[in-house]
């Protein structure tokens, strides 16, 4: 870590990405310079600078393979370890950039224009009346004997009216209440955990 700047991007960028339906976690340099980061279809640099040369490698091997590389912040992946710059012919792909200053939500509106695109797909999408993205939910699903479990959490201060779909996939019902959702469509109150199965 060579600024603050860093942890502060890599606070925002880790929000936005948690609005977005998908499982993220963390990629260190050891699992780059290993090549065990093959399975993920995307990695964001957060104002990633500096890059240790193993790792930097690691990068080359993970974009070569079909991996996606998106940074957030200027001059990432331009030095290593010890503050050298990498040769500019040998530069890493990187398929987007947003700038560093974005807030969370321009990050998270930034990141959902260009899901599609990077071919990665959610089993479930959470969207508003119209079909949109919406903003402050957190929800994850996971396949459990040929069903999703979905759960959600709405962590605005207000209340959303959200729709549920899952292509392939018919029936939700709430298992806290035990209750069908109809059409798909539901009202998250602030902070209050929802359980759908959805089959």
């Known amino acids: 870590i060579y600024s603050e700047e860093y942890l502060n991007v890599l606070k925002r960028t880790y929000e936005a990405l948690n609005f977005t339906g998908f499982k993220i ?12 980061a093959a399975d993920y279809k995307l990695i964001v640099l957060p104002q990633m600078t500096h890059i ?5 490698q690691g990068v080359q091997r993970y974009v070569t393979g079909g991996g996606r590389i998106v940074a957030v912040g200027t001059e ?17 792909y ?7 200053a974005l807030s969370s939500r321009e990050l998270w509106e930034g990141f959902e224009a260009q899901i599609k695109d990077w071919g990665i797909h959610r089993p479930v999408n ?16 996971t396949l ?7 759960n959600l959490v709405n962590y605005t201060r207000w209340a959303k009216d959200v729709t549920i779909r899952a292509p392939g996939y018919h029936h939700i019902k709430n298992l806290l209440i035990d209750q069908e959702v109809k059409d798909g469509v539901l009202n998250l109150d602030p902070l209050n955990p ?3 199965e959805i089959r």
């Open 25 to 36: 976690g963390f990629v260190t340099e050891r699992m780059l310079s290993e090549d065990k």
């Open 52 to 56: 240790a040369n193993a790792a930097y």
């Open 76 to 92: 990432c992946l331009d030095r290593d370890e010890y503050d050298i710059p990498y040769n500019m012919e040998n530069r890493i």
């Open 94 to 100: 990187i398929s987007a950039s947003f700038p560093a």
């Open 126 to 141: 959470v969207t508003d009346n119209q079909g949109q993205p919406v903003w402050g939910v957190e929800y994850l699903a």
């Open 144 to 150: 459990h004997e040929n069903r999703l479990i979905v």
């Open 194 to 196: 929802i359980l759908l």
